[in-house]
Nanobody, 120 residues
Framework: VQLVESGGGLVQPGGSLRLSCAAS????????MGWHRQAPGNQRELVAT???????NYADSVKGRFTISRENAKNTLYLQMNSLKPEDTAVYYC???????????????WGQGTQVTVSS
């Protein structure tokens, strides 16, 4: 299973970006998917998660500004980021709990990350 993020870039404070994460490979099913981020000198932190049934969870720092969503038919995850702040600057990583066969156990997969920079 491969995860590829896209949509990062440079944006001014108050602006918006939409990140995408496409999962490909041998995929039988995907359970929870999520976004994490890591700023220089900091540990990787959870941003948001979404279950296969659509149950969402957000870090307090992004509640009301970020929206996580997914298209199960396309094995794609999104993160709509509005009202961006300089402290949102980080590398954003997609992750997913997926299994390749009906008899497989779920494994956790990570993408390579996409840079988001919020600066004037």
């Amino acid at each position: 299973v491969q995860l590829v993020e896209s949509g990062g870039g440079l944006v001014q404070p108050g602006g918006s970006l939409r990140l995408s994460c496409a999962a490909s490979g041998n995929i039988f099913s995907i359970n929870t998917m999520g976004w994490h981020r890591q700023a220089p000198g900091n540990q990787r932190e959870l941003v948001a998660t979404i279950s296969s049934g659509g149950l969402k969870n957000y870090a307090d720092s992004v509640k009301g500004r970020f929206t996580i969503s997914r298209e199960n038919a396309k094995n794609t995850l999104y993160l709509q980021m509005n009202s961006l702040k300089p402290e949102d600057t980080a590398v954003y990583y997609c992750n997913a709990d997926a299994r390749e066969r009906i008899w497989s156990t779920y494994s956790n997969y990570w993408g390579q990350g996409t840079q988001v920079t919020v600066s004037s």
